[in-house]
Protein backbone atom coordinates (compact mmCIF):
# COMPACT_ATOMS: atom_id res chain seq x y z
CA UNK A 1 0.00 0.00 0.00
CA UNK A 2 1.30 3.64 -1.30
CA UNK A 3 1.29 6.55 1.00
CA UNK A 4 1.46 9.83 -0.22
CA UNK A 5 2.91 12.07 3.17
CA UNK A 6 3.32 15.76 2.62
CA UNK A 7 5.16 18.13 5.14
CA UNK A 8 7.24 15.54 6.58
CA UNK A 9 9.31 18.10 8.04
CA UNK A 10 7.01 19.66 10.08
CA UNK A 11 5.45 18.91 13.80
CA UNK A 12 2.25 16.68 12.79
CA UNK A 13 4.02 15.23 9.28
CA UNK A 14 7.30 14.12 11.17
CA UNK A 15 5.25 11.92 13.80
CA UNK A 16 3.23 10.46 10.85
CA UNK A 17 6.46 9.65 8.82
CA UNK A 18 6.71 6.81 11.83
CA UNK A 19 3.32 5.98 12.59
CA UNK A 20 2.41 5.28 9.13
CA UNK A 21 5.90 3.34 8.10
CA UNK A 22 4.21 0.10 9.19
CA UNK A 23 0.94 0.53 7.38
CA UNK A 24 2.65 0.60 3.49
CA UNK A 25 5.72 2.09 1.46
CA UNK A 26 5.36 5.88 2.66
CA UNK A 27 6.55 8.63 -0.02
CA UNK A 28 6.90 12.03 1.84
CA UNK A 29 8.37 14.41 -0.96
CA UNK A 30 10.33 17.02 -0.15
CA UNK A 31 9.09 21.22 -0.85
CA UNK A 32 11.03 21.41 -3.81
CA UNK A 33 9.75 18.01 -5.24
CA UNK A 34 6.02 18.80 -4.43
CA UNK A 35 5.52 22.55 -3.68
CA UNK A 36 1.88 22.89 -2.65
CA UNK A 37 2.09 26.52 -4.26
CA UNK A 38 2.39 25.13 -7.37
CA UNK A 39 -1.03 23.08 -8.17
CA UNK A 40 0.71 21.20 -11.00
CA UNK A 41 3.67 20.41 -9.36
CA UNK A 42 0.88 18.82 -6.50
CA UNK A 43 -0.69 16.88 -9.78
CA UNK A 44 2.12 15.52 -11.12
CA UNK A 45 3.00 14.34 -7.96
CA UNK A 46 -0.12 12.41 -7.29
CA UNK A 47 -0.14 11.13 -11.33
CA UNK A 48 3.20 10.01 -10.90
CA UNK A 49 2.89 8.03 -7.19
CA UNK A 50 -0.51 6.88 -7.33
CA UNK A 51 -1.13 6.36 -3.88
CA UNK A 52 -4.09 4.58 -2.27
CA UNK A 53 -3.68 7.26 0.45
CA UNK A 54 -3.08 10.81 0.37
CA UNK A 55 -2.16 12.10 3.86
CA UNK A 56 -1.58 16.12 3.95
CA UNK A 57 -0.43 17.64 7.21
CA UNK A 58 1.66 21.00 5.32
CA UNK A 59 0.03 23.93 5.91
CA UNK A 60 0.52 27.46 5.47
CA UNK A 61 0.64 27.84 9.39
CA UNK A 62 1.78 30.92 10.03
CA UNK A 63 -1.16 32.59 11.61
CA UNK A 64 0.01 36.24 11.33
CA UNK A 65 2.16 36.66 8.77
CA UNK A 66 -1.23 35.23 6.73
CA UNK A 67 -2.41 38.37 7.40
CA UNK A 68 -0.61 39.91 4.77
CA UNK A 69 0.38 37.19 2.51
CA UNK A 70 -3.48 35.93 1.66
CA UNK A 71 -2.68 34.73 -1.50
CA UNK A 72 -0.09 32.64 -0.67
CA UNK A 73 -1.69 31.17 2.37
CA UNK A 74 -4.97 30.17 0.29
CA UNK A 75 -3.04 28.61 -2.53
CA UNK A 76 -1.36 25.93 -0.01
CA UNK A 77 -3.95 26.01 2.66
CA UNK A 78 -6.93 25.86 0.07
CA UNK A 79 -6.09 25.02 -3.88
CA UNK A 80 -3.40 22.72 -3.23
CA UNK A 81 -6.21 20.41 -1.19
CA UNK A 82 -8.62 20.64 -3.99
CA UNK A 83 -6.39 19.24 -6.54
CA UNK A 84 -5.34 16.06 -4.01
CA UNK A 85 -9.09 16.13 -4.13
CA UNK A 86 -9.61 15.71 -7.36
CA UNK A 87 -6.76 13.32 -7.90
CA UNK A 88 -7.70 11.50 -5.34
CA UNK A 89 -11.36 10.91 -6.57
CA UNK A 90 -9.69 10.13 -10.33
CA UNK A 91 -7.73 7.31 -8.79
CA UNK A 92 -10.12 6.08 -5.99
CA UNK A 93 -7.58 7.10 -3.36
CA UNK A 94 -8.40 8.09 0.18
CA UNK A 95 -7.50 11.55 1.52
CA UNK A 96 -6.46 12.25 5.20
CA UNK A 97 -6.35 16.12 5.50
CA UNK A 98 -6.22 18.35 8.74
CA UNK A 99 -7.72 21.66 9.61
CA UNK A 100 -8.19 24.41 12.78
CA UNK A 101 -9.88 24.83 15.36
CA UNK A 102 -9.50 28.28 13.66
CA UNK A 103 -12.51 27.83 11.28
CA UNK A 104 -14.27 29.17 14.28
CA UNK A 105 -14.77 32.62 15.88
CA UNK A 106 -14.99 31.24 19.03
CA UNK A 107 -18.07 33.35 20.55
CA UNK A 108 -19.58 29.79 21.64
CA UNK A 109 -19.44 28.73 25.32
CA UNK A 110 -19.47 25.08 24.77
CA UNK A 111 -16.97 23.31 23.36
CA UNK A 112 -17.29 23.07 19.27
CA UNK A 113 -19.05 19.98 18.06
CA UNK A 114 -18.65 19.06 13.85
CA UNK A 115 -21.96 20.70 12.96
CA UNK A 116 -21.58 23.63 14.83
CA UNK A 117 -21.29 26.88 12.11
CA UNK A 118 -17.74 28.19 11.22
CA UNK A 119 -17.14 31.78 10.94
CA UNK A 120 -13.53 32.42 10.90
CA UNK A 121 -11.82 35.35 12.11
CA UNK A 122 -8.51 35.49 10.60
CA UNK A 123 -6.92 34.93 7.28
CA UNK A 124 -5.37 31.62 8.34
CA UNK A 125 -8.76 29.96 9.29
CA UNK A 126 -10.70 31.20 6.32
CA UNK A 127 -8.05 29.31 3.98
CA UNK A 128 -7.96 26.14 5.99
CA UNK A 129 -11.99 26.62 5.58
CA UNK A 130 -11.48 26.99 1.95
CA UNK A 131 -9.47 24.48 1.89
CA UNK A 132 -11.89 22.02 3.92
CA UNK A 133 -14.35 22.82 1.11
CA UNK A 134 -12.64 22.28 -1.53
CA UNK A 135 -11.72 18.40 -0.58
CA UNK A 136 -15.59 18.03 0.10
CA UNK A 137 -16.29 19.35 -3.05
CA UNK A 138 -14.01 17.25 -5.12
CA UNK A 139 -16.03 14.31 -4.16
CA UNK A 140 -13.00 12.33 -3.02
CA UNK A 141 -13.20 10.25 0.27
CA UNK A 142 -11.64 11.80 2.67
CA UNK A 143 -11.62 12.72 6.54
CA UNK A 144 -10.65 16.11 8.01
CA UNK A 145 -9.32 15.82 11.36
CA UNK A 146 -9.69 19.51 12.44
CA UNK A 147 -7.19 20.01 15.50
CA UNK A 148 -5.64 22.81 17.60
CA UNK A 149 -2.78 24.12 19.84
CA UNK A 150 -0.04 21.50 18.65
CA UNK A 151 3.01 20.88 19.43
CA UNK A 152 5.45 17.89 20.82
CA UNK A 153 9.40 18.02 21.21
CA UNK A 154 10.20 18.89 17.64
CA UNK A 155 9.04 21.67 15.86
CA UNK A 156 8.28 25.49 15.80
CA UNK A 157 5.50 25.57 18.69
CA UNK A 158 4.12 26.72 21.89
CA UNK A 159 5.74 24.78 24.16
CA UNK A 160 9.20 24.80 23.04
CA UNK A 161 9.09 29.03 22.86
CA UNK A 162 7.84 29.33 26.61
CA UNK A 163 10.50 26.96 27.82
CA UNK A 164 13.15 28.64 26.27
CA UNK A 165 11.89 32.39 27.28
CA UNK A 166 11.33 30.94 30.58
CA UNK A 167 15.05 30.43 30.75
CA UNK A 168 16.06 33.94 29.62
CA UNK A 169 13.68 36.03 31.25
CA UNK A 170 12.38 37.25 34.33
CA UNK A 171 8.27 37.35 33.73
CA UNK A 172 6.56 36.03 30.72
CA UNK A 173 3.08 37.34 30.36
CA UNK A 174 0.94 35.17 28.62
CA UNK A 175 -2.42 35.23 27.58
CA UNK A 176 -5.26 33.66 29.83
CA UNK A 177 -8.57 34.19 28.41
CA UNK A 178 -8.30 32.14 25.44
CA UNK A 179 -9.77 28.93 25.96
CA UNK A 180 -8.62 25.40 24.35
CA UNK A 181 -6.72 22.01 24.44
CA UNK A 182 -3.01 21.40 23.45
CA UNK A 183 -2.47 18.54 21.37
CA UNK A 184 0.59 16.28 21.33
CA UNK A 185 1.45 16.07 17.72
CA UNK A 186 2.63 12.23 18.45
CA UNK A 187 -1.06 11.44 19.26
CA UNK A 188 -2.54 12.82 16.14
CA UNK A 189 -0.21 10.80 14.13
CA UNK A 190 -1.00 7.31 16.00
CA UNK A 191 -4.68 8.05 15.78
CA UNK A 192 -3.98 8.88 12.13
CA UNK A 193 -2.70 5.60 11.35
CA UNK A 194 -5.22 3.70 13.83
CA UNK A 195 -7.68 5.49 11.40
CA UNK A 196 -6.53 4.24 7.94
CA UNK A 197 -5.84 1.23 9.31
CA UNK A 198 -9.54 0.34 10.91
CA UNK A 199 -10.76 1.74 7.18
CA UNK A 200 -8.10 -0.78 5.86
CA UNK A 201 -9.85 -3.36 7.61
CA UNK A 202 -13.58 -2.20 6.71
CA UNK A 203 -12.55 -2.06 3.08
CA UNK A 204 -10.78 -5.48 3.02
CA UNK A 205 -8.58 -4.58 0.02
CA UNK A 206 -11.50 -2.70 -2.36
CA UNK A 207 -12.50 0.37 -2.49
CA UNK A 208 -11.61 3.13 -0.11
CA UNK A 209 -13.90 5.76 -0.99
CA UNK A 210 -16.83 3.30 -0.23
CA UNK A 211 -15.42 3.15 3.91
CA UNK A 212 -14.70 6.99 3.86
CA UNK A 213 -18.13 7.92 2.43
CA UNK A 214 -19.54 6.40 5.78
CA UNK A 215 -17.52 6.98 7.97
CA UNK A 216 -15.49 10.09 6.65
CA UNK A 217 -16.28 13.65 6.64
CA UNK A 218 -15.09 16.20 9.84
CA UNK A 219 -13.93 14.87 12.89
CA UNK A 220 -12.44 17.36 15.74
CA UNK A 221 -9.49 15.78 17.09
CA UNK A 222 -7.85 17.83 19.86
CA UNK A 223 -6.25 17.16 23.43
CA UNK A 224 -8.53 15.66 25.84
CA UNK A 225 -9.14 18.63 29.00
CA UNK A 226 -8.92 22.59 28.80
CA UNK A 227 -7.12 25.49 29.65
CA UNK A 228 -5.60 28.49 28.45
CA UNK A 229 -2.13 29.32 27.05
CA UNK A 230 -1.41 31.08 30.49
CA UNK A 231 -2.40 27.46 32.53
CA UNK A 232 -0.43 25.66 29.49
CA UNK A 233 2.66 27.70 30.02
CA UNK A 234 2.44 27.47 34.04
CA UNK A 235 2.24 23.90 34.26
CA UNK A 236 4.94 23.55 31.42
CA UNK A 237 7.06 25.55 33.36
CA UNK A 238 5.87 24.16 36.71
CA UNK A 239 6.58 20.63 35.53
CA UNK A 240 10.22 21.51 33.94
CA UNK A 241 10.95 23.25 37.22
CA UNK A 242 10.34 19.55 39.08
CA UNK A 243 12.61 17.90 36.69
CA UNK A 244 15.45 21.14 37.13
CA UNK A 245 15.61 22.18 40.49
CA UNK A 246 18.38 24.06 40.01
CA UNK A 247 17.45 25.89 37.16
CA UNK A 248 15.77 29.37 37.49
CA UNK A 249 12.71 30.01 35.49
CA UNK A 250 10.55 33.08 34.63
CA UNK A 251 7.52 34.18 36.68
CA UNK A 252 4.32 33.61 34.27
CA UNK A 253 2.26 36.55 34.78
CA UNK A 254 -1.50 36.09 33.13
CA UNK A 255 -2.81 38.98 30.94
CA UNK A 256 -5.83 39.65 28.78
CA UNK A 257 -5.98 39.11 24.76
CA UNK A 258 -6.30 42.65 24.41
CA UNK A 259 -3.17 43.39 26.42
CA UNK A 260 -1.08 41.42 23.38
CA UNK A 261 -2.08 42.66 19.66
CA UNK A 262 -1.07 40.04 17.08
CA UNK A 263 -2.22 40.78 13.44
CA UNK A 264 -4.42 38.16 12.91
CA UNK A 265 -7.45 37.67 15.56
CA UNK A 266 -7.87 34.27 17.19
CA UNK A 267 -10.67 32.62 18.99
CA UNK A 268 -11.26 33.11 23.03
CA UNK A 269 -13.12 29.23 22.44
CA UNK A 270 -11.31 26.84 20.60
CA UNK A 271 -12.31 24.44 22.74
CA UNK A 272 -13.65 21.03 21.00
CA UNK A 273 -16.10 18.29 21.72
CA UNK A 274 -14.04 15.17 20.32
CA UNK A 275 -17.04 13.03 20.81
CA UNK A 276 -17.67 11.70 17.02
CA UNK A 277 -13.83 10.51 16.83
CA UNK A 278 -14.96 8.49 19.89
CA UNK A 279 -17.99 7.09 18.32
CA UNK A 280 -16.74 6.33 14.58
CA UNK A 281 -13.54 5.21 15.73
CA UNK A 282 -13.27 4.53 19.39
CA UNK A 283 -10.30 6.49 19.77
CA UNK A 284 -9.80 9.01 22.57
CA UNK A 285 -6.65 11.71 22.48
CA UNK A 286 -4.63 11.97 25.54
CA UNK A 287 -5.33 14.79 28.40
CA UNK A 288 -2.87 17.57 27.77
CA UNK A 289 -1.52 17.13 30.97
CA UNK A 290 -0.63 13.43 30.45
CA UNK A 291 0.90 14.35 26.95
CA UNK A 292 2.54 17.20 28.34
CA UNK A 293 4.55 15.52 31.04
CA UNK A 294 5.73 12.43 28.07
CA UNK A 295 7.06 15.61 25.78
CA UNK A 296 9.06 16.76 28.66
CA UNK A 297 10.33 13.84 29.71
CA UNK A 298 11.47 13.56 25.50
CA UNK A 299 13.03 17.10 25.78
N1 LIG B 1 0.34 24.07 14.76
C1 LIG B 1 -0.84 24.22 15.32
O1 LIG B 1 -0.97 24.72 16.43
C2 LIG B 1 -2.08 23.78 14.59
C3 LIG B 1 -3.33 24.01 15.18
C4 LIG B 1 -4.48 23.58 14.50
C5 LIG B 1 -4.37 22.94 13.29
N2 LIG B 1 -3.13 22.75 12.74
C6 LIG B 1 -3.07 22.08 11.44
O2 LIG B 1 -2.38 20.86 11.65
C7 LIG B 1 -1.61 20.54 10.49
C8 LIG B 1 -0.17 20.26 10.89
O3 LIG B 1 0.40 21.41 11.50
P1 LIG B 1 1.91 21.45 12.00
O4 LIG B 1 1.92 22.17 13.30
O5 LIG B 1 2.52 20.10 11.89
O6 LIG B 1 2.55 22.41 10.91
P2 LIG B 1 4.09 22.83 10.76
O7 LIG B 1 4.93 22.22 11.84
O8 LIG B 1 4.10 24.31 10.59
O9 LIG B 1 4.52 22.14 9.40
C9 LIG B 1 4.00 22.57 8.17
C10 LIG B 1 4.54 21.67 7.09
O10 LIG B 1 3.99 22.12 5.85
C11 LIG B 1 5.03 22.22 4.92
N3 LIG B 1 4.76 23.22 3.91
C12 LIG B 1 4.44 24.52 4.08
N4 LIG B 1 4.31 25.12 2.89
C13 LIG B 1 4.52 24.18 1.95
C14 LIG B 1 4.55 24.18 0.53
N5 LIG B 1 4.33 25.31 -0.16
N6 LIG B 1 4.80 23.03 -0.12
C15 LIG B 1 5.06 21.88 0.56
N7 LIG B 1 5.08 21.82 1.90
C16 LIG B 1 4.82 22.96 2.58
C17 LIG B 1 6.24 22.62 5.74
O11 LIG B 1 7.41 22.36 5.01
P3 LIG B 1 8.78 23.20 5.24
O12 LIG B 1 9.46 22.52 6.37
O13 LIG B 1 9.47 23.09 3.96
O14 LIG B 1 8.36 24.62 5.59
C18 LIG B 1 6.07 21.72 6.96
O15 LIG B 1 6.54 20.43 6.69
C19 LIG B 1 -1.80 21.72 9.55
O16 LIG B 1 -2.82 21.40 8.64
C20 LIG B 1 -2.27 22.84 10.42
O17 LIG B 1 -3.07 23.77 9.70
C21 LIG B 1 -2.01 23.13 13.36
Known sequence: MRILLTGATGQVGGELLQTLRPLGEVIAPARGEMDL?????????????RPRWIVNPAAYTAVDKAESEPELAYAINAEAVGVMGQEAQAIGAGVIHFSTDYVFDGSGSAPYRETDATSPVSVYGASKLAGERALAESGAGHMIFRTSWVYGARGKNFLLTILKLARERETLRVVADQYGAP???RDLARMTAEVIGQCEAKARNGEIAGVLADTGGVCHAAGTGETTWYGFALEAVRLQQEREPNARFAEIEAITTAEYPTPAKRPANSRMNCGRLMERFGWKMMDWRDSLREVLAEL
Request: aromatic share 6%.
Open 183 to 185: TWS
Open 37 to 49: ANAPSVREMIRAV
